[in-house]
């Protein structure tokens, strides 16, 4: 059974830094790309990062500069580097797994997510 | 970027109706159109994906179809258990966008 488990949020004041874990199990996590993907409260659903299985980072001009996703493979773990933090990236926080192969791009697993809030 | 946009935003219906809802895409998307169901409180969780091909485990009351600009996702007759909030997201370019939501309520 593929899980995802977020950890690592919490508050934070702005122009602050945070490092969010997500633990992978059920799937050999090396094989498939990984996203972030954020929810402010009562809000949509917003895309803010992507790593591919060779290390390849992707990322939206909203948070591009400030963020960074990066992997370990040995430990099955992905992080989000969150730096130079602002109110507006208070949300949320999903760990996803991409269905990867041919059609990428595709959230097909997700995690239950750790709340970021930025506040003085 | 390219900008996607469901309608309507929300919409009142009753258990057996038949309910379909719309995204647009700002610019052709080919068939790289995905749909998602989330229930309060939880994450969101994968129906559809390219267009028209239903997730494994999900009922097949649920179907999408469409493809460059316009798409659409219908559910044949509502159970109780399908009242949420359901987002399309374009998986052709990056950055991934989604459209803002549509949340179906219980008339």
């Known amino acids: 059974e593929v899980q995802l488990v977020e950890s690592g949020g919490g508050l934070v004041q702005p122009g602050g830094s945070l490092r969010l874990s997500c633990a992978a199990s059920g799937f050999t996590f090396s094989s498939y790309d990984m996203h972030w993907v954020r929810q402010a409260t009562g809000k949509g659903l917003e895309w803010v990062s992507a790593i591919g299985i060779a290390g390849d980072t992707y990322y939206p001009g909203s948070v591009k500069g400030r963020f960074t996703i990066s992997r370990d493979n040995a430990k099955n773990s992905l992080y989000l580097q969150m730096n130079s933090l602002r109110a507006e990236d208070t949300a949320l926080y999903y760990c996803?797994?991409?269905?990867?192969?041919?059609?990428?791009?595709?959230?097909?697993?997700w995690g239950q997510g750790t709340l970021v809030t930025v506040s003085s | 970027d390219i900008q996607m946009t469901q309608s309507p935003s929300s919409l009142s219906a009753s258990v057996g109706d038949r309910v379909t809802i719309t995204c647009r895409a700002s610019q052709s998307i080919s068939t790289y159109l995905n749909w998602y169901q989330q229930k309060p409180g939880k994450a969101p969780k994968l129906l559809i994906y390219?267009?028209?091909n239903l997730q494994s485990g999900v009922p097949s009351r649920f179907s999408g179809s469409g493809s460059g600009t316009d798409f659409t996702l219908t559910i044949s007759s509502l159970q109780p258990e399908d009242f949420a909030t359901y987002y399309c997201?374009?998986?052709?370019?990056?950055?991934?966008?989604f459209g803002q939501g549509t949340k179906l309520e219980i008339k």
């Open positions: 997201q374009q998986s052709y370019s990056i950055p991934y966008t």
């Open positions: 390219a267009a028209s």
């Open positions: 996803a797994k991409d269905s990867s192969g041919s059609y990428r791009g595709l959230f097909d697993y």
